[in-house]
């Protein structure tokens, strides 16, 4: 009987005594909601194999038993603070199932929404990787100065982080009164603070000699290995959806996409933080093209039926191309929800960049990979 | 109100106290007394004012201000008071403890939040006694694998060591608790013990996290300690002396840093090392390896490390302060003891009290302690500072910085100081 071939976390391997096998997570405080592990000989990573799974919720599956609009609050859940562009793709493919037109002012909305919520994300996103290199006040500016932009989407949608604002057929209320002159302040201030984080992170030589050539991702493997956003972009392939595949009225909007070469660790930590500046000049475009009255919403009838069919409709979120096919059979209930999830496709990479590096560059080069944990498990 | 502390009643309090007077007499008497004789018998007791000082008068004394004083300072006179309060463990464990405070109003005023704000009504700062009492009543855990005794013994060697070198420390001119003609070899002999109690601590906890904490601890310290020592030497080749109370009298007209900037930089920068403090926190870098070297330690095993750590880092800034800074050598800004007290003495209502034991401490030594206390405590303020504004670099950058560049830099600094020292600019014991 030939033997079994086992996957490769479960195979035998040749015991050696230099090789120390470290469990990085679940609980550990430089991993997320997942496990890496990693065998090092003496400061060197020889083997990375990153474990995700520990907070697998069944999404898709539980997609199958609701309805098109019920499906709104459980579908954010996976990236609760960037909730808005994960339900972006599911939205749009489910408007295109149902048929519906959308109104001008709610694509708009959708946008600055959409943009809010990439800078919130990449704000968490950025105090953690501060903290991750041992820099406690990059930790606490950008937890800080996401407030502001929580605010605003407090004022716009009612809720702090889980707003479930996007629906089939537009958007769940209009503005309220005065939105744009408090938005346009607070989104001018906040690209001023983030300016400064220059001076105390993006040029502070510890960190460049620090993240600079390590974890390098090469144009061909980034390619490859099929990763997406900063990390593509880090690596000097400009790809974004928004400019690629235009959604809603991104193509009317003015905004460029920034791509860096070397594709390394600095790169990737750098590229969302410019992003954001585009981000805030996104919004301020949005805000004066932005049709200044009309409805936000379609009517849609009690429990809507899709048409029989699929679809796959994919948005740029604040970690990469994030895609959602849905597979209708003329019911209320979607037959298959399946997200492709940017974290996900990322995470691939991570072995790839650790295999030889140092252990002290562990956490800058898994967190640069703009990875989410609980996105990934969905 | 919360169940676990009920309103407070004096009366009930006054109550209880009365339903034990019996045990409280009765335990006072069993203990209290053989411990008088116990005093009695074998200590010696000093001669005040040509009366021997037995507990009875001493008791008997402590009524009368006017002769409270000659007991006080002839308790002053004893290693007890120097080891215990003021040149020692008490002074730096006060300073070490407003060091905390500080590193944490300021770290947070520099990230835009608060810091600690409830505990203690006024800006927090019953903060540091709170999270004291909380590790005191928090259960120690050891790991069932760990080598017991060492494991138990490190946090209290570190707590030792580092009270040693507090020890070692000239605060005032004649304050010292040791004053050694071979103080500075006797201070590298101290920062030797640390590494070792380090990696011992590491290896007995038999766990992965600490031990590679206690491994990256040893790489710093051990190739840290060589361009610690060879900065100090220009200051020793200059003064002529090992001895740190005479190495701060030399600084009575300048202080060194004046001529070897190179070896305080080498220093600053080699004791930030020392000290695991950002950006050199390797052995204890959280997003790597949890708490590094302290990963399993508890409750108050874990505040004693602490305790040493800050412990350390007043005795490092004090050292900066005695060998570059001049120590306790400063414009004379503490106003002199008003004399009619002696003379006069106090006029208390209808009573004249005189104190003819007064002044406790000298002008001198309370302007030298002023000049010193305010030169360590700006010194700790810059070595906080980095805190806010560095990420941790990396054990190959950190090595590289150690071998290359600061020991180069000390030895330019060794060549400063005999270049100094044979033009006969500067000699053993200031400008000649």
Redesign the interface.
Known sequence: MSSPTLPPGLAIQKADERIMTLNVGPQHPGSGHMRIIVQIDGDYIVACDPDPGYVHRGEEKMAEYRNYTLNVPHLERPVIHDSCNILYPYVLAAEELLGLEIPERAKYIRVIASELNRCIYTQYWLAIYGIFLGHSTMFMWPAGDRELLIDLMEKMTGARVTHSYFIPGGIRNDLPANFEDVCLRQVNYFEKRIKEYADVFYNNPILISRTENTGVLTRENAIKLGTTGSVLRASGVDYDVRKKEPYDVYDELDFETNVMKSGDSYARSRIPWLDMMESCRIIRDALQKMPKSGSVRVKLKPNPKGEIGSVYKRIESGRGALGCYIVSDKKVEPYRVKLSVPSFRNLIALPHLLIGEKLGNMPSVYWSLNYWPVEADR | MSVIAPNFKLSEFVKSILDNIFWILLILTLIGLPAIQFILFYIEMPVINGELLTPFLALTWLADPSRSIPILKAFMATDLFRIAAFPGFGFAALIAAGTIFVERKM?AK????VGPFYCGKVEGILQLMGDGLKLISKEIIIPAKADKPIFWAAPVLFVATAAAFVALIPVAPGWVVADLDVGLLAVFAVIGFFPIITILSAWSANS??PF?GGIRALYQMVSFEIPLILSLLGVVILTGTLNLSEITASQSSFPWIIFLPIGAIVFFITMLAELER??F??PE??????AGWLTEFSGMMYGLVQLGTYLKLYSFAALFVVLFLGGWNGPMIWPPFPEEIITEGIELGPVTAQFPGLPLFSQEMLNGTVWFVLKTVGVIFFILLP???????????LLDLGWKKLIGLAFVNIFIALGLLYAGILGPGGIL
């Open positions: 770290l520099l990230q835009l939040r992965k996290f590679i950002i950006p926190d390797l870098a959280e997003s790597e390896i949890v805190r806010g504004v560095f990420p941790r670099i990396r054990v190959d950058m």
